[in-house]
C-alpha cells in the first residue's frame, strides 16, 4: 500500500493540493449518475476483477457485491464472519466477508478490505421467505436491486465499513462527490468550505416544505444526506396543512419546495418537485417518522460536498455515527 510518486494536485478544479496516489496522479477516478435507477457509480477492482457499476451510498458503511459480480475462486479465504442486509419487508441479502485488495485507479490501492460478498438471497413472496436462484439475480425483475454498493458512511461499528477508510497516505480521511465534474476525490477537501453540518448519517437539520401559500418549518429533524436515496423523504408532520392529505408512500406534488438549513440557519440546498420527477416515480416522497428527513440524490446533483471521516465513530449515547459533511457549493 505504497503512496509514493509525483507531487498530488487537483485535476481540472481550483483548490488546494492533494495527496498524490501511489503513480503520483491526482486522487481522483471518474464519478457516473445513472439517471434512470438515479444513483451515481464507480468503478473499482477487487482481487484485480474488474466491477462496473458500483453505487456510491453515503447512507450506508460498507462494500456489498452480490458474488455474481465476482470470481468465487478469487476472493481468498473468509474472515469468518456473515451477516444479512434487510431491504425493506422485500429481500434479505446473506452475506460472508473476505478481505480482498481493492483498485480504485490512478494508483490508489488498498489490501486486506472487509467486502460483504452476498451470496444467498431470499425473497417475500407473501406467504413467506423463499430462497432466489442466483441464475434470476440478473433477471429483469431482481437485477435493479442486486447491484454492486459501496457505502461511504462514517459508521465504523460492524466488520464492514466505508473502504475509503483504508486507503493509505492521508487518502482515507475523506472523500469529495463532484457530480458537476464527473468526479470523486480522496484526501483532503481540495474546495472552499461554504457550510457544513456534523455527521451526515445522521446529523440534524431544519427543512421547510412550501405548498402555493403554505408552509411547514421542522427544525432539528433526524436527517440523512443520502446519495443512494433516490429522491429523498419527508416525514407527514413536516408537510404544510395543503398536504396532509398525503400518506406514507405517496410522493410530494409538482411545484412543492423543499429548503434544507444547517442548524446555524445558513441554507444547504434548495430545491421545487418537477412534473418529470412526479411522472417517473423520483420525486421526494413520505417517510415513516422513525426514518426522519432523507435529501436523496437531489443536492448532489446541484454541487459538490465533501465527506470528512472526522471526528471518527465512537459509541454514544446520543448515536452520533461521526464525520462532518461540507457543502462546497452555494444553493441557487
Do not use: C
Not at 412534473?275 to 413520505?286: C, F, K, L, R
Amino acid at each position: 500500500m505504497s503512496a509514493s510518486g509525483g507531487a498530488g494536485g487537483w485535476g481540472g478544479l481550483l483548490g488546494r493540493s492533494g495527496s498524490a496516489g501511489t503513480a503520483g496522479g491526482a486522487p481522483v477516478i471518474d464519478l457516473a449518475y445513472d439517471s434512470a435507477d438515479d444513483y451515481m457509480t464507480v468503478k473499482l477492482k477487487v482481487n484485480g476483477l474488474d466491477v462496473q457499476h458500483v453505487e456510491v451510498d453515503t447512507g450506508s458503511a460498507g462494500l456489498v457485491i452480490p458474488i455474481t459480480f465476482l470470481d468465487a475462486n478469487n476472493l481468498g479465504p473468509t474472515l469468518g464472519v456473515t451477516g444479512m442486509i434487510a431491504y425493506g419487508d422485500w429481500g434479505r441479502f446473506y452475506y460472508t466477508v473476505y478481505a480482498p485488495s481493492l483498485e480504485f485507479g490512478n494508483g490508489m490501492t488498498t489490501a486486506g478490505t472487509p467486502v460483504a460478498v452476498v451470496d444467498s438471497i431470499e425473497v417475500n413472496e407473501g406467504s413467506g421467505w423463499v430462497p432466489l436462484d442466483q441464475s434470476e439475480w440478473s433477471d429483469s425483475t431482481w437485477s435493479a436491486s442486486i447491484q454492486p454498493t459501496m457505502g461511504v458512511g462514517p459508521y465504523t461499528g460492524s466488520t464492514i465499513a466505508s473502504p475509503i477508510s483504508t486507503l493509505p497516505s492521508g487518502l482515507g480521511q475523506g472523500l469529495l462527490i463532484n457530480y458537476p465534474e464527473k468526479q470523486l476525490a480522496f484526501g483532503q477537501n481540495p474546495l472552499p468550505s461554504v457550510n457544513k453540518v456534523a455527521g451526515w448519517f445522521y446529523t440534524a437539520l431544519t427543512v421547510t416544505v412550501t405548498s402555493g401559500s403554505q408552509s411547514q418549518q421542522s427544525v432539528n429533524v433526524t436527517s440523512t444526506i443520502d446519495s443512494g436515496g433516490i429522491g429523498g423523504g419527508v416525514t407527514q408532520a413536516m408537510l404544510p396543512a395543503n398536504l396532509a392529505y398525503l400518506g406514507v408512500g405517496d410522493e410530494l406534488p409538482p411545484g412543492t419546495v423543499i429548503q434544507v438549513f444547517a442548524p446555524d440557519g445558513q441554507i444547504l440546498y434548495q430545491t421545487t418537485v418537477t412534473e418529470s420527477q412526479y411522472e417517473s416515480g423520483d420525486a421526494p416522497s413520505v417517510w415513516t417518522t422513525s426514518l426522519g428527513f432523507n435529501t436523496g440524490i437531489i443536492p448532489f446533483l446541484q454541487g459538490p460536498i465533501y465527506f470528512s471521516y472526522t471526528p471518527a465513530y465512537v459509541p454514544n449515547p446520543a448515536n452520533f455515527y461521526g464525520g462532518t459533511a461540507v457543502f462546497d457549493f452555494t444553493s441557487a
